[in-house]
């Protein structure tokens, strides 16, 4: 199957899930969109955005924006996961679960409480 821009969380959860500092953080698990099951702490990830680049003969390079929320039940905890989410991240290029990424950069981010955890928000903009 042809994966396309949708299945950008596939990519960016493979990775993510491969990183060793971010398994040594021991985060439980690493959720598309969210859940409500989850033991702290622990990642969801999110497509917030995408924008196709149309050309004449097909379609150019998509650029998506994916939200990363990491959750955790105290302050430094989030913070520190969020900095592993990042250079994991962060002007990196990758092929991984059948999706090549051209390049990937932190473009905002904001922190919030909720529900007994902190979480920092991290958007990433993806060129594929």
């Known amino acids: 199957m042809i994966k396309t821009s949708l299945s950008i969380g596939n990519a960016v959860a493979a990775l993510l899930n491969n990183n060793k500092e ?3 953080k021991k985060v439980t ?3 598309p969109v969210v859940t ?4 702290l702490p622990y990642i969801a990830y999110r497509r917030i955005d995408l924008s ?5 003969s ?11 929320c990491c959750f955790s039940a105290s302050y430094q905890d989030s ?7 990042r250079m994991a991240l962060d002007f990196k290029a990758w092929e991984l679960a059948g ?5 990937c950069n932190l473009t905002n981010s904001s922190e919030t409480w909720s529900n007994d955890a902190y979480t920092q928000s991290l958007i990433f903009t993806i060129k594929l």
Do not use: H, M, Q
Not at 36 to 39: L, R
Not at 52 to 56: D, E, M, V
Not at 99 to 103: A, E, V, Y
């Open 36 to 39: 409500y099951d989850a033991i």
């Open 29 to 31: 698990k690493i959720f």
């Open 58 to 68: 097909a379609s150019g390079a998509d650029t998506v924006n994916i939200e990363i």
């Open 99 to 103: 999706i090549k990424i051209r390049s």
């Open 52 to 56: 196709p680049a149309l050309t004449k």
């Open 79 to 85: 913070l520190e996961l969020a900095e592993l989410v």
């Open 22 to 24: 971010i398994k040594g």
